[in-house]
Structures are given as structure tokens and as C-alpha cells.
């Protein structure tokens, strides 16, 4: 497996794995899914502004992404950010979400990012787990501040310190 930097080429099967959890799953609570402009935009934004937008393959084939951003707008959250870490259904539990997160926490670090927070769903149980084990800690749960599929959902925050 390797992890690279995203390209236009990847975008369809980015789409073809990402946009399913966003309709069939708690991961996320947004229920935009994502299109081409969308993700091509990404892309062009994360290269103006030096920031990773990477993607796992093995064997060919786009596996995951990952990719962060600044956590809040202002200079005084210059140093913090969040990420997004998305996997194929197939790639779970295979390395390649550790592989993309070690690959995204170097290129942060090397940005002079300070500390990456995660930003998931209560619901979304190996997600916590997931961030757990790379050394992510539980700093707030929000309480049905999420709504999807009817109902309300909590918003964990964890956080490692860079």
C-alpha cells in the first residue's frame, strides 16, 4: 500500500466509496454528498494553501483519503486542525487508515501544526476506538448537537497533541 497525494484521476472512486457512507451512515452528519467540482475544489484548495489531501492505494486501487484543514477560522487557531478520514468499506482494519493518519500528522507537523482534532460521531464507535489508538483523547462530547436519519446525534471531540 501507499499513501500519495490526491489527483483529479482519483476523484470517481473517491466518490464511489465516500458518498454510500455519507447516505447510509452515521459517520458523518452531513447528507451532502460529494461531487466532482467538489472534490476537485477540494483538492485545488488544499495545494494553494499547503495542506495534504492524501489517498491510500494498494493494488491500484484508491482505498481511503485523508485531509485536514484549519479547526476555526482566526490566526489564533493558526496552529490546531481537523482532519477527515475516510475509508473504503473493503480497507477497514487493513493499516491503511493508521497509514494515512501517520502520513497527515507529519504533514501537519511539518505546516507548524500544533494539535489535530477529530471530530466524530457518538454513534460512530470504531471511529472513536479508531482514534484511540493513535493516541487521541476524548475532550468533549456535545450532546444532540447532530441530527440525521430522524434523529439526534452526539459530536465526540478528540484531540492530539502534535
Not at 507537523?109 to 493513535?134: D, Q, S
Request: proline letters at 3%; a neutral charge.
Amino acid at each position: 500500500m501507499i499513501v500519495r497525494a490526491a489527483a483529479p484521476g482519483d476523484i470517481g472512486r473517491l466518490m464511489a466509496f465516500w458518498n454510500p457512507q455519507i447516505r447510509e451512515t452515521s459517520m458523518t452528519f452531513t447528507t451532502v454528498e460529494k461531487t466532482e467540482a467538489m472534490l476537485a475544489a477540494d483538492m485545488a484548495a488544499c495545494a494553494e494553501e499547503g495542506r495534504a489531501f492524501l489517498v491510500a492505494e494498494e493494488a491500484g486501487d484508491v482505498i481511503g483519503l485523508a485531509t485536514w484543514f484549519q479547526f476555526r477560522k482566526g490566526p489564533g487557531y493558526a496552529h490546531s486542525a481537523e482532519h477527515t478520514v475516510v475509508l473504503a468499506p473493503e480497507a477497514q482494519g487493513r493499516g491503511a487508515g493508521r497509514a494515512l493518519m501517520a502520513a497527515l500528522e507529519d504533514h501537519a507537523r511539518g505546516r507548524g501544526i500544533h494539535v489535530m482534532v477529530a471530530g466524530v460521531t457518538g454513534e460512530n464507535a470504531r471511529g472513536i476506538a479508531f482514534h484511540r489508538a493513535l493516541g487521541y483523547v476524548e475532550t468533549g462530547r456535545l450532546p444532540q448537537v447532530g441530527r440525521k436519519f430522524g434523529r439526534w446525534m452526539d459530536l465526540v471531540l478528540m484531540q492530539k497533541i502534535l
